[in-house]
C-alpha cells in the first residue's frame, strides 16, 4: 500500500525549531515524476492551510509567502522523504501537520500555496508552548 508517513512532531517551546518527515512507503519519488510533496497545517478552529511544496523530479520549491522565512522544506531522494525545518517557533503554529502530494501543474502559490492532492498523510500534531 502507497502511503506518506509523517513524523516529527511533538511539544516544544516558543522560539525553538522542530524537522518534520514526510517518508513515501509503498513507492518511491521516481515513480511520480512531476509531482509537488509538500505540508499543509491545520490549527483548531481553522481552515487549512498550504504552508510549501517540493518537486519529486527536481528541487524546485513553491511556499506560501507569509511562510518564507522561518519553513524550509527539503528533501532526500535517497530516503525518499520530504522535510519541513521550522524555525523560531510561535505559539501561532500550533496545529497538526499534514504532507500531501499532487500534480505539478495544479500548484498555486504566492499569496497561498494550494495543489489537487493525490495523497495524504496521517497528519503529525506540533504544540508550541509559551
Known amino acids: 500500500e502507497e502511503q506518506l508517513v509523517e513524523s516529527g512532531g511533538g511539544v516544544v517551546q516558543a522560539g525553538g525549531s522542530l524537522r518534520l518527515s514526510c517518508g513515501a512507503s509503498?513507492?518511491?519519488?521516481?515513480?511520480?515524476?512531476?509531482?509537488?510533496i509538500g505540508w499543509f497545517r491545520q490549527a483548531p478552529g481553522k481552515e487549512r492551510e498550504g504552508i510549501s511544496c517540493?518537486?519529486?523530479?527536481?528541487?524546485?520549491?513553491f511556499y506560501r509567502n507569509s511562510m518564507k522565512g522561518r519553513f524550509t522544506i527539503f528533501k532526500d531522494n535517497a530516503k525518499n522523504t520530504v522535510y519541513l525545518q521550522i524555525d523560531n517557533l510561535i505559539p501561532e503554529d500550533t496545529a497538526v501537520y499534514y504532507c500531501a502530494m499532487g500534480l505539478l501543474v495544479t500548484v498555486v502559490y504566492g499569496n497561498t500555496l494550494e495543489y489537487e492532492v493525490y495523497r495524504w498523510g496521517q497528519g503529525t500534531q506540533v504544540t508550541v508552548s509559551s
Open positions: 517540493i518537486s519529486t523530479t527536481d528541487d524546485s520549491t
Open positions: 509503498g513507492f518511491t519519488f521516481e515513480d511520480y515524476e512531476d509531482y509537488c
